[in-house]
């Protein structure tokens, strides 16, 4: 069974394009509504190291997920600026910003429903703040921490995330962890 | 050699790896991770942690050997050298890095020395382990065997 996705683990933040599957549609149907697809979760993960990402990649890929792939805090505001993620794994130490100042500034945009905040630091929102007059809906984002002194759970939790998982990451983390947000 | 007798030389090197600690259980995930499409996925990973760490212990010297030594700067690189160790099961090498971070955070010169030097040494140490590792799994699947999962 040959992957369509190209899984090389680079670094480069990629956007890949999520392909639904269209599961059935209703041609009867007159509701303004899509046909409906069964689309997989989008995930975002935020991480500078490059073996990391290498790793996390292959296992979400084994796992059926394709990720979007990110190297700082600030690039993590503007991927969830520009699309809505189902779930964003965040590491903590990240050179630029780091997980924990990234995260507070998303839950400020979903709790506002404006990148005020960002703005503030200096990121320029990807669209117009008009565009977000419902109030976004809260994703889960998981901590990845290195158990270093500086990254404990009680200090992810206070910066707004939801869960957390120590590194290094292994299969059974993230498979635990996507059941309990994608059941 | 026959495939029996490869795969055992490579069961007995990998078994003195993980013994020694050289190798921890992540190894295995690595090698979970090696499959019809991505059979050459622990091959390129490895590589990469090699090149970075590399790298790494490049940039590491050359802080050291600043007049004023940034030791936010030196932690950061350490940070990153532990956390990729740590992803592909380089055990020895994750294990200098906490001292060596101990010893940025001191303020310890010294000790930051000291720790630069050990933590090349147990590098190359793995690195050549490795390189030896791969090598016997490529002479396997040249004579028709499976790399088998290790530990």
Redesign the interface.
């Known amino acids: 069974m040959i992957q369509m996705e190209n899984t090389s683990g680079h670094q480069n933040s990629s956007h890949r394009q999520e392909k639904p599957e269209i599961h059935s549609q209703c041609t009867s149907c007159s509701s303004p509504e899509a046909p409906e697809t069964k689309a997989k979760p989008k995930i975002l993960l935020v991480e500078d190291n490059k073996i990391n990402v290498m790793v996390t990649q292959s296992m979400m890929k084994q796992l059926g997920h394709s990720i979007d792939v990110v190297n700082n805090g600030v690039e993590a505001v503007r991927a969830v600026q520009r699309r809505s993620y189902d779930l964003v794994l965040m590491d903590v130490c990240m050179p630029v910003m780091d997980g924990l100042k990234a995260t507070r500034l998303i839950r400020s945009f979903e709790e506002t429903g404006n990148w005020d905040a960002a703005m503030q630091v200096g990121i320029e929102p990807a669209v117009p703040s008009s565009d977000s007059i419902l109030r976004p809906q809260r994703m889960p984002i998981i901590a990845m921490t290195a158990n270093a002194l500086s990254e404990s759970g009680e200090e992810c939790y206070a910066n707004g995330m939801d869960s957390f998982v120590s590194k290094p990451v292994t299969f059974q983390k993230l498979k635990e962890c996507l059941e309990q947000y994608f059941p | 050699m026959d495939v029996a007798t490869l795969q055992k030389q490579l069961l007995d090197y990998s078994n003195s790896l993980f013994r020694e600690g050289f190798l921890d259980k992540?190894f295995n995930?690595?090698q979970?991770?090696q499959?019809?499409?991505?059979p050459d996925?622990v091959v390129?990973?490895v590589n990469?942690?090699f090149e970075?760490s590399e790298r790494l212990l490049d940039e590491l010297a050359k802080t050291l050997d600043q007049q004023n030594v940034d030791f936010q700067k030196m932690d950061?690189h350490v940070?990153?050298l532990?956390?990729?160790s740590?992803?592909?099961?380089a055990q020895r090498v994750q294990n200098v890095c906490v001292a060596f971070?101990n010893c940025c955070e001191e303020r310890n010169i010294e000790g930051c020395l000291k720790c630069l030097q050990q933590v090349k040494h147990q590098y190359f140490l793995v690195k050549n382990k490795l390189e030896t590792l791969l090598k016997l799994e490529k002479q396997l699947v040249a004579a028709g065997g499976s790399i088998p999962m290790y530990c």
Do not use: C, I, M, P
């Open positions: 992540q995930q690595l979970q991770l499959d019809e499409t991505n996925f390129e990973v990469l942690y970075d950061a940070h990153q532990k956390g990729s740590s992803s592909v099961g971070r």
